[in-house]
């Protein structure tokens, strides 16, 4: 598996036709297009492989698809109109810990259905969170402290994750090992990801927030 890892790439038509529409569709929007390229990352370079054999690779790529495309997809494609945040904020956080029960876990990446499910929806979620965000007319101090419940939501799960006693994913059982890992150890340094670097895209969002919201102030009052 190692020694094949960066020859599995995923050329998958319908995947690649998929992103080709996208890009069409972005293609004047700068934010568009870089979630384009971090879709390309997640889903065709091969830490799509690699995810299907490590946790940590698993979470890397959930990361990628709700705290990196999903808000730059927001940005090229802005809500119409202001709506509330918390119900995008509430189901977004029961759709990213129901895949994460390990039932749904092992199923999702046991069968493709469910796995595009699971990447749908988890996309999908996090884009109308973020769309919300960016749109919502609130005041920009509960913008932001959503921004930031929404990484305190993950965080929580990347720390049970990280002090987790067992093993909790069976289709992680072996792979982990040729990677000189324990399953233990693969799930933990994926809690630990999820936990403390994944903030840093919540972070950056936060001071876009209140970066145009000082912007605002000033055109309003100069």
Not at 59 to 67: E, N, P, R, S, Y
Not at 139 to 165: C, D, H, K
Not at 209 to 219: F, V
Request: positive net charge; charged residues 10%.
């Amino acid at each position: 598996m190692r020694d094949a890892l960066w020859t599995s790439w995923n050329f998958d038509p319908v995947l690649i036709v998929a992103l080709i529409v996208l890009t069409y569709f972005v293609r004047h929007k700068p934010a568009g297009i870089a979630a384009v390229a971090i879709m390309i990352v997640a889903f065709i370079s091969p830490l799509c492989a690699l995810s299907s054999a490590l946790f940590s690779a698993r979470v890397v790529h959930h990361i990628l698809l709700i705290a990196g495309a999903a808000p730059l997809l927001a940005l090229a494609f802005p809500a119409p109109r202001s709506g509330g945040l918390a119900l995008p904020f509430a189901v977004s956080t029961v759709v990213l810990w129901a895949w994460h029960l390990p039932q749904a876990y092992d199923l999702a990446l046991s069968h493709i259905a469910v796995y595009w499910v699971m990447q749908l929806t988890l996309l999908g979620s996090a884009i109308w969170f973020w769309r919300s965000v960016f749109a919502a007319k609130d005041a920009p101090v509960e913008r932001i402290v959503y921004v930031i419940a929404s990484f305190a939501q993950m965080g929580m799960l990347g720390a049970i994750l990280t002090f987790a006693s067992t093993q909790l994913y069976a289709i992680h059982a072996l792979a982990p090992f040729d990677w000189g890992m324990t399953p233990l150890h693969d799930q933990q340094l994926g809690g630990l990801i999820m936990w403390v670097p994944a903030g840093l895209p919540y972070a950056a969002a936060a001071v876009l927030l209140a970066r145009r919201s000082w912007a605002q102030l000033q055109g309003a009052t100069g």
